[in-house]
Structure formats: C-alpha cells, structure tokens
C-alpha cells in the first residue's frame, strides 16, 4: 500500500492553514510581549522571545518602508510567517510603531549590520499620539505638530490622546 497521494492538491489547504495558525500565533505572542512589557520593545527581543520569528537558516525576509531615496529597513532576518505576523500587528493598529535612534538596540548589544537600518521599537497602541495612513505611531509630543504639519501633513495622518504606558522611546527621537 501507498502513503503517496495522487491528489497533490489534497493537502494544499493543510499548509495554509497551518501557516495562518502559525502567523496568529507569533502575532499574539508579540502584542502580549509589547503589552506586558508596557514600554518600548526592540526588535531583537521579539527576535529572542517569540518562537518562529528569527529565521534560524535559510530564507529570511525583510520589514521595510520606502523612502526618498531608497527604502529603510526595520528588520531583517525573519521568517515568512515572522514578516506576516509584524506586518498583522502593525497594519492591524494592534501594536505602535516608534522611530528611534540607534541607543537602544546599543544598550542591548545589538550590532549595527545594515546601512539602511531604520532603528524602531514597538509599543502598546495606547501610547500611539498619531494614526498613519498605514500604522499607528508615536512621536514625541513637542514633534507631533511638526509631523502634522510637516511630510505628514496631508490629511492622512490623525492625532490620537495616547493613554499612559510604563514609560516611551521619546528621549530616543531623532528630530
């Protein structure tokens, strides 16, 4: 008897499924890491704390946003499912989205690897002061009208009151 399937079509549904259970997964596990951490979340301890985002070996994909000129990157070394789980939390205003300078990966000896690097951490949505056209954000306060009225300024971004968290990134802005 035969374990083969002639249908190779039959198990295709499987693997979807078993992709966006895995997708889920690491999305939640990275807003509860972000909401329990109450405060900023670098990239590398999502890295080192939730199980299936860090492409151990082989392909790995890239966060980035294009820019003028080029692109910036967010992070790289993730796996597929990793890149979809930060695009859903990101895209889905689950999480806030800070820019920074480079200090806090520093602080945790990460290594400074790519020159499109765009430092940036994670923090609860609550702390988010400016809705995106595609993420929620957080900027500090002083900068928020600068933003508003600045690059931002074209009606696709909205103020938001953020409510209180642990502490922020602010002091890690670069103006």
Known sequence: MSLSS?????????????RTSKVARIAREIVDLVERTDGPVPLNRIDDQVSGFRALHGRSWSYF????????????????????????????????????????????????????????????????NINGPYWAF??????????????AGDDRYRPLIPQPVRVTADDFCTA
């Open 138 to 151: 957080r900027v500090p306060p002083a900068m928020a009208p600068q933003m508003m009225s600045g690059w």
């Open 6 to 18: 002639s249908n190779p079509q039959a198990s295709a549904p499987k693997v979807t499924r078993s």
């Open 65 to 128: 946003m294009r820019r003028n000129p080029g692109e910036a990157v967010f992070w790289n070394g993730m796996t597929k499912a990793g890149y979809m789980a930060l695009r859903q939390v990101l895209n889905g205003r689950e999480v806030a989205l800070q820019l920074v300078n480079t200090l806090p990966y520093l602080i945790e000896n990460v290594r400074l690897l790519d020159p499109d690097w765009q430092p940036a951490v994670l923090l609860p949505v609550r702390a988010a």
